[in-house]
């Protein structure tokens, strides 16, 4: 995993939330099974082993995290997807007509509010999800 890979998933699973701290720890024990550049950002995909922590059922959706990269006027944002409790897909991707950079240099990173909102992020997310702590 690249510089740039790891610190948007550090701050996209960012927070005391316990579906965020078992995606941490899938994460630890996770492979990239691909890297796929699509001009204007790129697809990273995970192989999560079957023995890792599942976080709940159903779809996640995180993208709640921006980005600016050295001369980009824009900047872009980055979506992770969590399918059937492991994570599956970060995809980043800039804004407007620009191409991303061949040695992009991340500048900043933040979300879409300040202090970030879990609670309004988690309002998107399956009603079924649980915890690893409180399944039964």
Request: glycine share 8%; aromatic share 10%; net charge negative.
């Amino acid at each position: 995993m690249n510089d740039i890979e790891r610190q948007l998933l550090d701050a996209l699973l960012s927070g005391d939330d316990p579906i965020l701290l078992t995606l941490r720890d899938q994460l630890s024990k996770s492979k990239i099974e691909s890297r796929e550049l699509s001009g204007v950002g790129f697809f990273l995909n995970f192989s999560v082993p079957e023995s890792a922590p599942r976080a709940g059922s159903g779809r996640i959706v995180i993208g709640d995290v921006y980005f600016d990269l050295e001369g980009i006027e824009y900047g872009g944002g980055a979506i992770l997807f969590v399918d059937d409790g492991h994570l599956s897909m970060l995809e980043a991707y800039l804004f407007g007509n620009e191409k991303w950079p061949t040695q992009p240099i991340l500048t900043r990173i933040y979300y879409d509010s300040d202090p970030r909102d879990i609670e309004s992020l988690r309002k998107n997310w399956p009603t079924q999800q649980t915890a690893p702590a409180d399944r039964r």
